[in-house]
């Protein structure tokens, strides 16, 4: 795995691609390197503006590319069901690859179109229902891979699955990190049952290290930390890595042969920067049980049920 780069990626022409995000950062280098390889990729993003800005750019960067632009708005179930319902109706044949990359993260206080806490609504519960809705695509299409995008910063907080929506107290950089470690349960549950139903899908997380993008860049505060910020955005100048290279353990995730599922891929340096290689992470990650009731949760609050995959 050492060493492994975007020039790596394997043969993707006849395969379809969606990617969550894929505006800017991690999102866009995700799309514009399945696309350069012969994927046809769909960015998914919620600004039509930014969305259409990026398709632009990446026309430009690669042409002959075949991609498209459709708007989706994690923090809105219906955006999200129409989003669905509109690539199923469009796509002919199945989906190979859903790259679940957008979030937002240590945001103050607020609410989703739905009434969820902004960041467990749209960095966990957005993709929840989108990979539900998209799995009957995913299941008929041999060599099909899921990539959840997480954090190392999941391992500042694992789940209060008493009070998901943080109405009892808030933290926006605890709430960040929960977030963070409600995709990496939901992988390790996807996968389960993925295996339990007998299919090939490949559930996988990934995540960039530590890389500047526009996530980074536009994040607040961490309150009462004065130095623990100084040492973020002084590292945000010195240590942390590009886009692009906090981009290749999502792309190896998504593309590299022998991918395990229930897999974590991060930057093999410290899990800050470097190649792609088996990222570590919380115990908390893998707890069967809470794993369990975060999914039965998850498909309460958003009403959508993974039929084929009934625990």
């Given at each position: 795995m050492a060493g492994w780069n975007a020039s790596d990626?394997?043969?993707?022409?006849?395969?379809?691609?969606?990617?969550?995000?894929?505006?800017?950062?991690?999102?866009?280098?995700t799309a514009r390197e399945l696309a350069r390889r012969g994927a046809r990729v769909v960015l998914a993003c919620r600004s039509e503006e930014r969305g259409s800005r990026a398709l632009a750019r990446?026309?430009?960067?690669?042409?002959?590319?075949?991609?498209?632009?459709?708007?989706?708005d994690l923090g809105d179930l219906g955006s999200v069901r129409e989003f669905a319902a509109s690539h199923e109706s469009e796509t002919q044949g199945g989906l190979d690859l859903l790259i679940n990359n957008a979030g937002v993260m240590a945001l103050p206080y607020r609410q989703t179109v739905d009434g969820f806490e902004t960041q467990f609504g749209v960095n966990h519960l957005g993709h929840f229902a989108l990979t539900g809705l998209l799995l009957p695509l995913l299941l008929r299409t041999p060599g099909a891979r899921i990539v959840t995008v997480s954090s190392g910063m999941h391992a500042v907080a694992n789940i209060d699955i008493d009070d998901l929506n943080s109405e009892r107290s808030y933290r926006r950089w605890i709430a960040y990190g929960r977030s963070k470690t409600a995709n990496l349960l939901f992988v390790h549950e996807l996968a389960r049952r993925l295996a339990a139903?007998?299919?090939?899908?490949?559930?996988?997380?990934?995540?960039?290290?530590?890389?500047?993008?526009?996530?980074?860049?536009?994040?607040?505060?961490?309150?009462?930390?004065?130095?623990?910020?100084?040492?973020?955005?002084?590292?945000?100048?010195?240590?942390?890595?590009?886009?692009?290279a906090g981009a290749l353990p999502t792309l190896f995730a998504a593309t590299a042969p022998g991918v395990r599922p229930d897999s974590f891929t991060g930057p093999?340096?410290?899990?800050?920067?470097?190649?792609?290689?088996?990222?570590?992470?919380?115990?908390?990650?893998?707890?069967?049980?809470?794993?369990?009731?975060?999914?039965?949760?998850?498909?309460?609050?958003?009403?959508?049920?993974?039929?084929?995959?009934?625990?």
């Open positions: 990626i394997p043969d993707q022409s006849g395969r379809t691609a969606v990617v969550t995000g894929a505006n800017s950062g991690i999102g866009y280098v990446l026309r430009s960067e690669v042409p002959g590319a075949e991609a498209e632009f459709r708007r989706l139903a007998g299919s090939d899908v490949v559930a996988a997380a990934a995540h960039p290290g530590y890389a500047s993008t526009n996530l980074q860049a536009a994040a607040p505060r961490m309150e009462g930390r004065k130095a623990a910020e100084r040492v973020m955005r002084l590292g945000n100048g010195l240590v942390a890595q590009s886009a692009d093999r340096i410290l899990g800050w920067r470097g190649a792609p290689a088996r990222s570590w992470r919380a115990g908390w990650t893998r707890d069967d049980v809470g794993a369990g009731r975060l999914w039965e949760a998850s498909e309460g609050l958003t009403g959508v049920e993974y039929g084929e995959l009934k625990g």
